[in-house]
């Protein structure tokens, strides 16, 4: 199949990469184009008041790739507009893999990861978003290490990316075009090659009190939190998945919002 894939982590994200390597492997024909910097937590936000570059890089990737310096959503727009061949068609915009979860309507809603699927699906094609959960102490390993992985995180992220692999064309042709479908897939820490896969909602989780006290000079800054889980026991969440070491798979269907029930 053909992908177009992106992520909010950044073109040098090895969560990209690695994702990418797998579906190059599977033997899908892949075109790249990825924020030139984190922009995680930016939601669906485009770049309405400064220009915006898109530049030709070479990341051995396998795919024609370019890097933005702008939103996901900007790059999936400038990229579908300008940059992919007219004539080309797409069978999937696939985002991802995030750094951390993005289950719950809080971190949907915020996630710059879900933001670049929804741009594909905007555009009319199946969208699939995929994210790695990782537990605090491993983030900041991560980070510590300046985004290089462990050989344990390494080998657990090949195991999420084959997944992925497998999952995307499935998801992309049960997915029809213009149907405002994204596919929103969280793989539990740790991801096995064993793990299964669940239908999930999304938990109501409630976030306040995502900034400090204002510091020196005044500032506020952001406190990562999880927020408070305040979902029914009933149908199974993407946390509760998580959780319990499923892969949670997500139908976010944007047609269904405001709609009254039947």
Not at 5 to 20: C, K, M, Q, R, Y
Not at 92 to 103: Q, T
Not at 156 to 184: C, D, G, K, Y
Request: aromatic letters at 6%; charged letters at 15%.
């Amino acid at each position: 199949m053909r992908f177009l894939v992106t992520n909010d982590d950044g073109i040098e994200s090895v969560f990209l990469h690695e994702l990418v390597h797998a579906l190059h492997a599977a033997g899908h024909e892949l075109y790249i184009v990825a924020p030139q910097h984190e922009q995680s937590w930016v939601g669906a936000a485009k770049s309405r008041n400064r220009p915006v570059r898109a530049t030709a890089t070479d990341r051995g990737l396998g795919g024609p790739t370019w890097m933005v310096d702008g939103t996901p959503s900007d790059a999936i727009n400038i990229a579908c507009a300008h940059l992919l061949p007219p004539d080309l068609a797409i069978d999937a915009v696939i985002s991802g893999i995030n750094i951390g979860l993005n289950a719950s309507l809080g971190f949907i809603i915020a996630s710059g990861t879900i933001a670049g699927a929804w741009e594909g699906a905007l555009h009319g094609f199946p969208a699939i978003a995929f994210s790695q959960a990782l537990t605090t102490e491993v983030y900041d390993q991560l980070k510590a290490a300046g985004d290089v992985p462990d050989d344990a995180l390494l080998a657990m992220l090949r195991a999420a990316a084959h997944h992925a692999a497998r999952l995307a064309p499935t998801l992309a042709l049960a997915t029809p075009h213009r149907s405002f479908i994204v596919h929103n897939v969280n793989f539990p820490f740790p991801c096995e090659a064993h793990s299964e896969v669940r239908a999930t909602i999304p938990a109501h989780v409630l976030l306040p009190r995502l900034f400090s006290a204002a510091g020196t000079g005044g500032a506020h800054r952001l406190v990562f939190r999880l927020g408070e889980d305040i979902s029914p026991a009933s149908p199974l969440t993407d946390r509760a998945a998580l959780a319990q070491g499923f892969i949670s798979h997500t139908k976010l269907d944007y047609k269904n919002l405001g709609h009254s029930p039947a």
